[in-house]
């Protein structure tokens, strides 16, 4: 987004139909959320009437591996969509306008399915965690159009940087803490272990969204072309699913820390 921002600003993209607008964004964005959302309570209520509908305690050893293998099928379609999608529309952003609600299908079948099974066992958190990311979304909006806060490329870089040496600590380090808890059977040293590092994620979420923000205002600002409205809506739909996503898995984290000690 940004290196389009900079092409356009120094005239090396012309406007082939008419300009980008913020009316435009906001409904697409609109759109691709209510998309995701309405197909993930379909799926919710889909797997509820069929294998969900089986009280946790009373959850077979079968039915769990088949749930299970159910959300790593959907996750590897949606990843590798995901992967294909953000390649294509490095060359193409005007087939975000295709890509982007193919993409919202799948990943509201994912959802559906994250939210079917967290609430067997944690009922409410994943509302919890849809509530949570329209607050984070709010305040973004306040802080960037209330009192003018911006994202620096600086701070960006730092953001990226820590990202990737974060991926790197967590692939060395939940294994370790996971062999460690299994040998000690100390399973509040995991939990609290993901539990940081989820917090962590929903931090860096909470950046990616407001510099989504930020670049939308700087390509609306910038005269960009009308289709790159698309893609501007999809990369800030996306944004927001992996903000719920972390903030889902932080919410269970904590659940599971300190809830229902008997269970």
Do not use: H
């Amino acid at each position: 987004m940004r290196r389009w921002t900079r092409l356009q600003r120094r005239g090396g993209m012309a406007v082939e139909q008419n300009a980008a607008t913020y009316r435009g964004v906001t409904g697409k964005s609109i759109f691709l959320v209510v998309l995701t959302i309405v197909v993930a309570i379909v799926t919710e209520v889909a797997l509820w009437l069929t294998i969900f509908n089986v009280e946790a305690g009373n959850l077979q050893e079968e039915t769990l591996y088949r749930l299970v293998l159910i959300g790593v099928v959907i996750a590897a379609v949606s990843g590798v969509a995901m992967i294909v999608g953000s390649i294509v529309l490095i060359f193409n952003p005007a087939a975000a306008k295709v890509i982007g609600p193919l993409y919202c299908l799948m990943q509201g079948v994912f959802l559906g399915a994250i939210a079917g099974f967290v609430n067997m066992f944690a009922p409410g958190v994943s509302l919890a965690a849809l509530l949570g990311t329209g607050v984070v979304f709010a305040m973004c909006l306040l802080l960037y159009k209330g009192l003018g806060a911006r994202i620096s490329s600086r701070f960006a870089l730092g953001m990226a940087i820590a990202a990737i040496s974060f991926v790197l600590v967590e692939l060395i380090c939940v294994p370790v803490v996971w062999l460690v808890a299994a040998q000690s059977g100390n399973l509040a040293l995991l939990l609290g272990v993901q539990a940081a590092l989820a917090f962590f994620c929903v931090i860096f979420a909470t950046v990616t969204v407001f510099w989504d923000i930020q670049n939308i205002d700087y390509m609306v600002q910038a005269g960009a072309d009308k289709k790159f409205e698309w893609i501007l809506a999809f990369s800030l739909t996306t944004s927001l699913i992996y903000l719920y996503m972390e903030i889902l898995e932080l919410l269970v984290r904590i659940f599971a820390l300190f809830g229902n000690k008997k269970d």
